[in-house]
Protein backbone atom coordinates (compact mmCIF):
# COMPACT_ATOMS: atom_id res chain seq x y z
CA UNK A 1 0.00 0.00 0.00
CA UNK A 2 1.68 3.02 -1.18
CA UNK A 3 1.20 6.45 0.68
CA UNK A 4 -0.67 9.09 -0.60
CA UNK A 5 0.79 11.82 -2.91
CA UNK A 6 -2.29 13.96 -3.34
CA UNK A 7 -2.31 16.71 -6.51
CA UNK A 8 -4.79 19.39 -5.49
CA UNK A 9 -5.31 21.86 -8.50
CA UNK A 10 -6.53 25.62 -7.92
CA UNK A 11 -7.85 28.57 -9.78
CA UNK A 12 -7.49 32.54 -9.16
CA UNK A 13 -11.03 34.00 -9.92
CA UNK A 14 -13.09 36.89 -9.60
CA UNK A 15 -13.93 36.94 -5.37
CA UNK A 16 -17.09 35.79 -4.84
CA UNK A 17 -18.37 38.51 -2.63
CA UNK A 18 -17.86 40.66 -6.22
CA UNK A 19 -20.93 41.36 -8.93
CA UNK A 20 -18.99 40.74 -12.16
CA UNK A 21 -19.37 43.22 -15.03
CA UNK A 22 -19.16 42.99 -18.80
CA UNK A 23 -15.96 45.01 -20.44
CA UNK A 24 -16.94 47.51 -22.43
CA UNK A 25 -16.00 45.65 -25.67
CA UNK A 26 -18.38 43.14 -24.73
CA UNK A 27 -15.71 40.18 -25.20
CA UNK A 28 -15.63 38.95 -21.91
CA UNK A 29 -15.87 39.92 -17.87
CA UNK A 30 -14.15 43.01 -16.76
CA UNK A 31 -11.18 41.84 -14.01
CA UNK A 32 -9.05 44.58 -14.32
CA UNK A 33 -8.89 46.44 -10.74
CA UNK A 34 -11.25 43.52 -10.00
CA UNK A 35 -10.70 41.90 -6.05
CA UNK A 36 -9.55 38.25 -6.80
CA UNK A 37 -8.87 35.10 -4.66
CA UNK A 38 -9.19 31.51 -4.58
CA UNK A 39 -12.22 29.33 -6.10
CA UNK A 40 -14.12 28.56 -3.21
CA UNK A 41 -14.57 24.42 -4.00
CA UNK A 42 -10.65 24.34 -4.54
CA UNK A 43 -10.58 25.90 -0.68
CA UNK A 44 -12.63 22.52 0.10
CA UNK A 45 -9.84 20.68 -1.54
CA UNK A 46 -6.78 22.12 -0.07
CA UNK A 47 -8.73 21.79 3.41
CA UNK A 48 -9.70 17.90 2.88
CA UNK A 49 -6.31 17.44 1.53
CA UNK A 50 -4.41 18.40 4.80
CA UNK A 51 -7.22 16.82 7.27
CA UNK A 52 -6.51 13.39 5.45
CA UNK A 53 -3.09 14.32 6.79
CA UNK A 54 -3.77 15.38 9.74
CA UNK A 55 -6.05 13.15 11.55
CA UNK A 56 -4.41 9.87 10.04
CA UNK A 57 -7.66 8.87 7.41
CA UNK A 58 -5.31 6.90 5.20
CA UNK A 59 -3.25 3.48 6.56
CA UNK A 60 -0.11 4.73 4.56
CA UNK A 61 -0.17 8.79 5.41
CA UNK A 62 0.32 11.42 3.16
CA UNK A 63 3.78 11.79 1.61
CA UNK A 64 2.68 14.66 -0.13
CA UNK A 65 0.04 17.61 -1.03
CA UNK A 66 0.80 19.46 -4.65
CA UNK A 67 -0.92 22.71 -5.26
CA UNK A 68 -1.03 23.18 -8.71
CA UNK A 69 -2.16 26.40 -10.99
CA UNK A 70 -2.35 27.65 -14.46
CA UNK A 71 -2.99 31.49 -14.88
CA UNK A 72 -1.20 34.82 -15.01
CA UNK A 73 1.82 35.74 -12.34
CA UNK A 74 -1.01 37.07 -9.79
CA UNK A 75 -2.14 33.75 -9.63
CA UNK A 76 1.34 32.48 -7.61
CA UNK A 77 -0.94 34.71 -4.71
CA UNK A 78 -3.49 31.69 -4.24
CA UNK A 79 -0.27 28.95 -4.02
CA UNK A 80 0.65 30.83 -1.31
CA UNK A 81 -2.50 30.57 0.15
CA UNK A 82 -2.89 27.07 -0.35
CA UNK A 83 0.57 26.27 1.17
CA UNK A 84 -0.35 28.72 4.28
CA UNK A 85 -3.47 26.06 4.79
CA UNK A 86 -1.11 23.42 4.75
CA UNK A 87 0.19 22.72 1.02
CA UNK A 88 3.56 21.32 1.28
CA UNK A 89 4.79 23.04 -2.60
CA UNK A 90 3.34 24.62 -5.58
CA UNK A 91 3.55 24.32 -9.54
CA UNK A 92 2.37 27.12 -11.86
CA UNK A 93 2.07 26.65 -15.06
CA UNK A 94 2.56 31.10 -16.12
CA UNK A 95 0.22 32.24 -19.50
CA UNK A 96 -0.56 35.85 -20.34
CA UNK A 97 -3.36 37.94 -17.78
CA UNK A 98 -6.40 37.53 -19.25
CA UNK A 99 -5.91 33.96 -21.08
CA UNK A 100 -8.96 31.91 -20.25
CA UNK A 101 -7.77 28.53 -20.76
CA UNK A 102 -10.44 25.44 -21.28
CA UNK A 103 -11.02 22.58 -19.29
CA UNK A 104 -9.53 20.22 -21.96
CA UNK A 105 -6.66 22.04 -21.95
CA UNK A 106 -6.38 22.12 -17.97
CA UNK A 107 -7.33 18.77 -17.94
CA UNK A 108 -4.15 17.97 -20.19
CA UNK A 109 -2.08 19.92 -18.05
CA UNK A 110 -3.27 18.46 -14.53
CA UNK A 111 -2.44 14.71 -16.71
CA UNK A 112 1.12 15.73 -17.63
CA UNK A 113 1.54 16.60 -13.59
CA UNK A 114 0.23 13.93 -12.28
CA UNK A 115 2.55 11.28 -14.70
CA UNK A 116 5.42 13.87 -13.83
CA UNK A 117 4.73 14.02 -9.77
CA UNK A 118 3.65 10.31 -9.57
CA UNK A 119 0.83 11.76 -7.86
CA UNK A 120 -2.31 8.73 -7.03
CA UNK A 121 -5.03 10.76 -5.70
CA UNK A 122 -6.19 14.31 -7.29
CA UNK A 123 -8.48 16.35 -4.90
CA UNK A 124 -10.38 19.56 -7.32
CA UNK A 125 -13.57 21.78 -6.60
CA UNK A 126 -16.29 20.27 -8.77
CA UNK A 127 -16.24 23.79 -10.82
CA UNK A 128 -15.02 27.09 -10.72
CA UNK A 129 -17.10 30.09 -9.81
CA UNK A 130 -16.26 31.94 -12.98
CA UNK A 131 -17.24 29.88 -15.54
CA UNK A 132 -19.36 26.99 -13.74
CA UNK A 133 -18.00 24.61 -16.16
CA UNK A 134 -17.71 21.39 -13.86
CA UNK A 135 -15.72 19.50 -16.71
CA UNK A 136 -11.99 19.14 -15.73
CA UNK A 137 -12.35 16.73 -13.19
CA UNK A 138 -14.12 14.49 -14.60
CA UNK A 139 -12.17 15.35 -18.21
CA UNK A 140 -8.68 14.63 -15.92
CA UNK A 141 -10.56 10.78 -15.00
CA UNK A 142 -11.10 9.83 -19.07
CA UNK A 143 -7.75 10.93 -19.94
CA UNK A 144 -6.07 8.82 -16.94
CA UNK A 145 -8.43 6.44 -17.14
CA UNK A 146 -8.72 6.61 -13.45
CA UNK A 147 -12.17 6.11 -11.54
CA UNK A 148 -13.72 9.28 -10.19
CA UNK A 149 -16.37 10.88 -7.74
CA UNK A 150 -18.00 14.17 -8.03
CA UNK A 151 -19.33 16.32 -6.01
CA UNK A 152 -18.19 14.90 -2.42
CA UNK A 153 -19.46 15.49 0.53
CA UNK A 154 -17.97 12.84 2.62
CA UNK A 155 -14.27 11.25 2.03
CA UNK A 156 -13.15 8.22 3.98
CA UNK A 157 -10.20 4.99 3.45
CA UNK A 158 -10.71 1.73 3.68
CA UNK A 159 -7.46 0.36 2.59
CA UNK A 160 -6.61 1.45 -1.17
CA UNK A 161 -10.43 1.97 -1.42
CA UNK A 162 -11.54 5.45 -0.96
CA UNK A 163 -15.22 5.85 0.07
CA UNK A 164 -17.00 8.92 -1.44
CA UNK A 165 -20.41 10.05 -0.23
CA UNK A 166 -21.87 12.65 -2.82
CA UNK A 167 -24.28 15.15 -3.53
CA UNK A 168 -26.74 13.90 -5.99
CA UNK A 169 -30.56 14.85 -6.97
CA UNK A 170 -32.08 14.67 -3.83
CA UNK A 171 -29.80 13.29 -1.61
CA UNK A 172 -26.62 11.17 -1.30
CA UNK A 173 -24.92 8.47 -2.91
CA UNK A 174 -22.62 6.67 -1.87
CA UNK A 175 -19.55 5.06 -4.25
CA UNK A 176 -16.47 3.59 -3.42
CA UNK A 177 -13.71 2.89 -5.85
CA UNK A 178 -9.82 2.28 -6.08
CA UNK A 179 -7.00 4.50 -5.86
CA UNK A 180 -5.72 6.52 -7.85
CA UNK A 181 -8.63 8.06 -8.00
CA UNK A 182 -10.31 11.86 -9.03
CA UNK A 183 -12.21 13.35 -6.12
CA UNK A 184 -14.04 16.79 -7.08
CA UNK A 185 -15.31 18.81 -3.69
CA UNK A 186 -18.71 19.97 -2.81
CA UNK A 187 -19.80 22.63 -0.20
CA UNK A 188 -20.77 20.09 2.98
CA UNK A 189 -17.69 18.60 2.55
CA UNK A 190 -15.56 20.64 4.98
CA UNK A 191 -15.48 24.82 6.69
CA UNK A 192 -12.19 26.09 5.04
CA UNK A 193 -9.51 27.60 7.93
CA UNK A 194 -8.05 30.38 7.75
CA UNK A 195 -4.91 30.46 7.18
CA UNK A 196 -2.66 31.93 10.42
CA UNK A 197 0.13 34.47 10.95
CA UNK A 198 2.50 32.15 11.42
CA UNK A 199 1.57 29.46 8.69
CA UNK A 200 1.56 31.83 6.25
CA UNK A 201 5.12 33.30 7.06
CA UNK A 202 5.85 29.75 6.54
CA UNK A 203 3.95 29.49 3.04
CA UNK A 204 6.91 32.11 2.25
CA UNK A 205 9.43 29.36 2.35
CA UNK A 206 7.62 26.96 0.82
CA UNK A 207 9.08 25.86 -3.24
CA UNK A 208 7.07 27.07 -5.85
CA UNK A 209 8.25 25.76 -9.51
CA UNK A 210 7.06 27.51 -12.23
CA UNK A 211 7.15 25.98 -15.71
CA UNK A 212 5.90 27.21 -19.20
CA UNK A 213 3.29 25.64 -20.80
CA UNK A 214 5.92 24.56 -23.67
CA UNK A 215 7.73 22.56 -20.85
CA UNK A 216 4.66 20.54 -20.33
CA UNK A 217 4.45 19.78 -24.01
CA UNK A 218 0.85 20.09 -23.73
CA UNK A 219 -1.42 21.62 -26.84
CA UNK A 220 -3.72 24.47 -24.97
CA UNK A 221 -5.65 25.85 -28.39
CA UNK A 222 -8.98 27.20 -28.08
CA UNK A 223 -12.13 24.70 -29.59
CA UNK A 224 -14.35 27.80 -28.46
CA UNK A 225 -14.74 31.02 -29.63
CA UNK A 226 -16.46 33.65 -27.55
CA UNK A 227 -18.64 35.82 -30.13
CA UNK A 228 -19.75 38.65 -27.47
CA UNK A 229 -21.12 39.06 -23.57
CA UNK A 230 -23.54 41.06 -22.80
CA UNK A 231 -25.36 41.49 -19.00
CA UNK A 232 -28.21 39.38 -18.44
CA UNK A 233 -31.90 41.75 -18.17
CA UNK A 234 -32.92 43.29 -15.13
CA UNK A 235 -35.07 40.69 -13.12
CA UNK A 236 -38.81 41.81 -13.14
CA UNK A 237 -40.77 41.50 -9.73
CA UNK A 238 -43.44 38.88 -8.78
CA UNK A 239 -47.11 38.84 -10.92
CA UNK A 240 -50.21 40.66 -9.39
CA UNK A 241 -52.01 38.91 -7.02
CA UNK A 242 -55.44 39.35 -9.38
CA UNK A 243 -52.87 37.22 -11.92
CA UNK A 244 -52.26 34.35 -9.72
CA UNK A 245 -55.91 34.30 -8.68
CA UNK A 246 -56.81 33.93 -12.43
CA UNK A 247 -54.26 31.05 -12.92
CA UNK A 248 -55.92 29.23 -9.76
CA UNK A 249 -59.38 29.83 -11.03
CA UNK A 250 -57.64 28.14 -14.52
CA UNK A 251 -56.50 25.44 -13.08
CA UNK A 252 -59.62 24.46 -11.19
CA UNK A 253 -61.34 25.08 -14.26
CA UNK A 254 -59.21 22.32 -15.68
CA UNK A 255 -59.96 19.89 -12.95
CA UNK A 256 -55.58 20.26 -12.16
CA UNK A 257 -56.69 20.73 -8.32
Request: hydrophobic share 40%.
Amino acid sequence: MSALRILVPVKRVIDYAVKPRVNKAQTAVETAGVKHSMNPFDELSIEESVRIREKKRHPAGVEDILAFTCGPPKSQDILRTAMAMGADRGIHVEVKDGEEIEPLGIAKLLKAIVEKEKSNFVVLGKQSIDDDSGQTGQMLAGLLGWGQATQASKVTFEGDNVVVEKEVDGGTETVKGKLPMIVTTDLRLNEPRYASLPNIMKAKKKKIEKVSVEDMGVDLSKRLKTLKVIEPPPRQGGGKVEDVDGMIAKLKELGAI
